[in-house]
Nanobody, 119 residues
C-alpha cells in the first residue's frame, strides 16, 4: 500500500515562498506521474502541477505557471512543489497524489498541508 505524506505548508505573506514536500512510502512504488492538487474552502480540488515519474515532463495550471515548480527525487521517493511569488488566492489545502498508469486517475491521497497567504 502506497502512502503519501505532505509537509511544508504554513502561513506566508504575499510575495513569499514555500516548498512543499510529498514523501512516498510503500513496499514497492511505481507511478506514471505525481500530481499536486489544491482545494480552497467551498471550491473543488484542482490539479496545480504534475510530473512524469520517468521522464520528468511537467504540467502546470495556468494560474501557477511561472511561479510554481514541481520536481522529484526518485532516489528519495519524494516530490516537491516550489512556490514563489505567492498570492492570497493560492491559499488552500495542498494534496499530492499518484497516477498509477496513463489511463488511470489520481489516487492514494495524502492528508494535505495547509498553505495560507496573507495580503
Amino acid at each position: 500500500q502506497v502512502q503519501l505524506v505532505e509537509s511544508g505548508g504554513g502561513l506566508v505573506q504575499a510575495g513569499g515562498s514555500l516548498r512543499l514536500s510529498c514523501a512516498i512510502s510503500g513496499r514497492t512504488f511505481s507511478a506514471y506521474s505525481m500530481g499536486w492538487f489544491r482545494q480552497a474552502p467551498g471550491k473543488e480540488r484542482d490539479l496545480v502541477a504534475s510530473i512524469s515519474w520517468s521522464s520528468g515532463n511537467t504540467f502546470y495550471a495556468d494560474s501557477v505557471k511561472g511561479r510554481f515548480t514541481i520536481s522529484r527525487d526518485n532516489a528519495k521517493n519524494t516530490v516537491y512543489l516550489h512556490m514563489n511569488t505567492l498570492k492570497p488566492e493560492d491559499t488552500a489545502i495542498y494534496y499530492c497524489a499518484v497516477k498509477a498508469a496513463i489511463l488511470s486517475g489520481y489516487g492514494n491521497w495524502g492528508q494535505g498541508t495547509q498553505v495560507t497567504v496573507s495580503s
